[in-house]
């Protein structure tokens, strides 16, 4: 060993220890000198898009901070799919923040833990504001009887079509039905288009179809999914999923093929006719597909009507937090109008419903998905929702290979949710 | 066969040999060269098919980015003062160690050694919450600190198990002519079995660095600064599968950047590396 390694070795021993003296040192700060700190995790900034977070961090926390002298608000950016696992950790080592900015399937995971503070007791004021958001939005936040947060922002899927397909499949609109979209399908036979694509089988994906064919996955005490899943209306929908799939009519991605041209791409490069998707999509394609121009319009209607599934996050207190009042006068600065419609531009869409047409306003293009919202439904509200997403995807393929027919397959996955329900 | 012939059949099999290896070689360095590329590219041209192996507009506009508005050199200090410092000290405990299990005898020194070895048995994952725990209590969470820490002790257990199987190769009979001599423990260790163990130092090292430089979960876990990140948080900020489009021309130019040091570290180790690798494949 060369002596400039063994000094290098030496030196670093030293250093390695004054930095963890330092790091021994370092106190949770900001509290001696009365001001009070409170800190917010979320994922804003993901994706290195960050007008989001620039929004929050210099625009909104500096008004409500201007507006609540001696409370600090301190954001920490986490990357979005690492989040839940950080959660997990803190939560375990009662290390969580005040707020956090949760995906809403989270709520009742962390419910479930007792991490959350029920803010249906804990706030006066709660049953007004909750009464301003969207009832499919709000659901989000209930958990055995109680709400534990609140909506912060939130969006749902719509109906986007690529102009050029419509014309070739001869249609001046998009479709507006089912009987459209499979007479859509027929009149695409033999292009290279396909009629409709998306990326699996998940509730996130089928719901959409499964609501507006006027079924449903469980009984509204979510205590069984056999009868409900495997129910006339479902096999009739997804026997119509499965014969677009059969005659070559929708992606491959639908059945899990990684492979396939995603949904993105595919629809502004001319190969998908058709996918349901959130508003985000917009910024998407102006980078990339500057001379795309999608449409919007409602998922195609059935026998339940157009009904999509809302997606978003909501905001909420940890039963650890210090600060509980000052975190909660936040939560009433995330309601407000000033805090809704400033993340409006940068592809949030606002929980209040009277706030809608001033959001349309902002931006004309999300008048469809504001009226969407309107009758948009939220997923099964339990702590193991990810799982009900492997069910779906795992126990319908079958019936799209043909290997079974649907209502087998429906059966197969309503008593597998049914196990999940009971657990 | 004649002569001429023979030497026909040779080249064709060397044309052959080079033709299979420059394929396998173009192979593993495509997706390098792809990396390189986009970290040239505007972001509106990124997802070109077919794929651009030049760039038509090249661009430094995403290094710029990178650098500047990303705070990237900041999370690259940050890494690399971490994994600098865990990779000295982790190879010096380990090696340390390694001469003790190698050349001493002493009771319960293989079912020390075993033990030793469950902690490579236990996959990191699971240790998450517990050494969450324990650095909350000893006060070692949001610190860099906290990560050389904890780097240290998990690589501790592979560096000793390598260095202990070199230090045995190394002839015993130089130890005890020393010992002769009167040198103590400390002088055998440090003029002689470690000038003899450089190529396992050295592969100990690279390890050792490129686990601590790509580390990801536990650096995520604990940070909670945004000026103590590392770069494998800073990147993956970058690059999140969220709602929003990612910048990929920015998340490749920061990963051309996070590359630099794994390949200086690599040439400048690499020639005792590879020595270290086959080093006793053959008994001799």
């Given at each position: 060993m060369k002596r400039p390694i063994r000094i290098l070795a030496a030196g670093s021993t030293v250093a390695a220890m004054a930095l963890i003296a330092a790091g021994c040192s370092a106190?949770?700060?900001?509290?001696s000198d009365g001001t009070v700190t409170i800190t917010f995790w979320g994922s804003?900034?993901?994706?290195?898009?960050?007008t989001q977070q620039d929004v929050l961090e210099s625009t909104l926390i500096p008004a409500f901070e201007k507006a609540n002298p001696g409370v600090q608000v301190e954001y920490l950016d986490v990357p979005y799919d690492d989040l839940l696992q950080k959660l997990t950790t803190s939560a375990a080592g009662d290390e969580?923040?005040?707020?956090v900015r949760a995906d809403l399937g989270w709520v009742p995971r962390f419910a479930d833990l007792g991490v959350l503070v029920p803010l249906s007791q804990e706030m006066d004021d709660f049953q007004e504001l909750a009464d301003a958001t969207y009832p499919g939005v709000l659901a989000?936040?209930?958990?055995e009887g109680e709400y534990y947060g609140l909506p912060l922002d939130t969006n749902t899927r719509v109906l986007i079509s690529n102009p050029a397909a419509l014309e070739a499949a001869g249609l001046?609109?998009?479709?507006?039905t089912f009987e459209e979209l499979q007479a859509m399908a027929e009149a695409l036979d033999?292009?290279?288009?396909?009629?409709f694509a998306d990326g699996g089988l998940g509730a996130w994906n089928l719901m959409p179809w499964i609501w507006s064919g006027?079924?449903?996955?469980?009984?509204a005490d979510l205590t069984t999914s056999t009868g409900y899943l495997d129910s006339a209306a479902n096999v009739k929908t997804i026997q119509m999923l499965v014969d677009l799939y059969q005659a070559g009519q929708a992606s491959s991605g639908l059945v899990g093929?990684?492979?396939?041209?995603s949904t993105s791409e595919g629809l502004p490069g001319g190969n998908y006719a058709t996918i349901l998707d959130g508003p985000w999509m917009t910024g998407i394609w102006a980078g990339q597909f500057p001379d795309f121009a999608p449409v919007y319009s409602p998922v195609p209607a059935g026998d339940g009507g157009s009904i999509s599934v809302v997606g978003g996050e909501d905001i909420v207190l940890t039963a650890?937090?210090?600060?509980k009042e000052e975190a909660m006068d936040f939560i009433r600065f995330t309601q407000s109008e000033e805090f809704q419609l400033a993340l409006v531009p940068t592809g949030q869409l606002t929980?209040?419903?009277?706030?809608g047409d001033k959001q349309i306003e902002l931006d004309p293009q999300l008048a469809v998905f504001t009226e969407q919202l309107a009758t948009a439904r939220n997923r099964?509200?339990?702590?193991?929702?990810s799982e009900v997403d492997t069910i779906l995807n795992t126990e319908l393929v079958p019936a799209f290979e043909g290997a079974i027919s649907v209502k087998e397959a429906l059966e197969n996955a309503a008593a597998k949710i049914d196990e999940l329900l009971a657990s | 066969m004649s002569r001429s012939t023979r030497r026909a059949a040779g080249i064709g099999l060397g044309t052959v040999r080079h033709v299979v290896l420059l394929a396998g070689a173009l192979l593993m360095i495509a997706p390098f060269l792809y990396m390189v590329a986009i970290s040239f590219t505007p972001n509106s041209y990124v997802?070109?098919?077919?794929?651009?192996?030049?760039?038509?507009?090249?661009?430094?506009g995403n290094y710029a980015q990178a650098l500047d508005a990303q705070d990237i050199p900041r999370y690259f200090v940050n890494s690399l003062v971490v994994a600098t410092i865990s990779t000295a000290i982790s190879v010096l405990l380990s090696s340390m160690m390694a001469y003790a299990f190698a050349r001493f005898r002493f009771p319960g020194r293989e079912v020390i050694f075993r033990i030793l070895l469950v902690g490579l048995m236990i996959p990191a994952v699971m240790l998450l919450i517990p050494q969450f725990v324990l650095a909350k209590h000893v006060g070692l969470l949001d610190s860099l600190g906290g990560l050389v820490v904890f780097y240290v002790a998990g690589s501790l257990a592979l560096n000793t198990f390598l260095l202990r199987g070199f230090l045995e190769q190394t002839p015993a009979e130089l130890d005890e002519a020393m010992q002769m001599d009167g040198a103590n423990a400390w002088t055998r260790y440090w003029r002689l079995a470690l000038p003899l163990a450089k190529p396992g130092l050295a592969t100990a090292t690279i390890f050792t660095f490129l686990a601590c430089w790509d580390e990801f979960a536990w650096a995520l876990t604990i940070i909670n600064d945004p000026e103590a990140r590392t770069l494998p948080i800073a990147i993956r900020l970058l690059a999140g599968q969220g709602n929003n489009a990612v910048q990929w021309g920015v998340v490749f130019a920061a990963s051309v950047m996070a590359v630099i040091p794994v390949i200086v570290v690599f040439l400048v180790f690499q020639r005792h590396f590879v020595q270290g690798l086959v080093s006793g494949a053959v008994k001799g």
């Open positions: 106190d949770d700060g900001g509290d804003y900034g993901n994706g290195g898009n960050s969580l923040p005040d707020l989000t936040n209930l958990w001046s609109a998009p479709p507006a033999g292009t290279d288009i396909t009629a006027g079924g449903d996955i469980t009984d093929n990684e492979g396939a041209i650890s937090s210090k600060h929980v209040i419903e009277s706030l099964l509200a339990i702590p193991n929702a | 997802l070109t098919t077919p794929p651009q192996f030049v760039p038509e507009n090249p661009t430094l």
